[in-house]
């Protein structure tokens, strides 16, 4: 069975930046699309951003638009997310997950979860100064 791995969370000031990297085993990820979600004490779980890896069609949340890049890197198999001018509201646990489906747009965002087949650990992202 496939796995998912992330990397790259900690502590950064308000207004800077983190990149965060999940990187995906004992699968390939061309055939999927890989969501950023991230939940936050006493809030319900958020997409923030998704990447279709056939064809790199992205799509963001409203609360990161601008913000935040999702990208991806064939040769490693990774998936990875830029954060800048961050903000304390974007504390929280980051998750990556993969679903056999296709990023089609902010509002599928907010379903994609029901087809997540993978998820990952989570990294600590913690915006304070």
């Known amino acids: 069975q496939g796995q998912l791995a992330e990397s790259g969370g900690g502590l950064v000031q308000p207004g800077g930046s983190l990149r965060l990297s999940c990187a995906a085993s004992?699968?390939?990820?061309?055939?999927?699309?890989i969501g950023w979600f991230r939940q936050a004490p006493g809030k319900e779980r958020e997409g923030v951003a998704c990447?279709?890896?056939?064809?790199?069609?992205?799509a963001y949340a409203d609360s990161v638009k601008g913000r935040f890049t999702i990208s991806e890197d064939n040769a490693k198999n990774t998936v990875d997310l830029q954060m800048n001018s961050l903000k304390p509201e974007d504390t929280a646990v980051y998750y990556c997950?993969?679903?056999?489906?296709?990023?089609?747009?902010?509002?599928?965002?907010?379903?994609?979860?029901?087809?997540?087949?993978?998820w990952g650990q989570g990294t600590q992202v913690t915006v304070s100064s």
């Open positions: 997950a993969a679903a056999q489906a296709y990023c089609s747009g902010k509002y599928y965002l907010q379903v994609m979860s029901r087809d997540i087949d993978t």
């Open positions: 004992r699968f390939t990820l061309d055939s999927y699309a």
């Open positions: 990447i279709s890896v056939s064809d790199g069609s992205t």
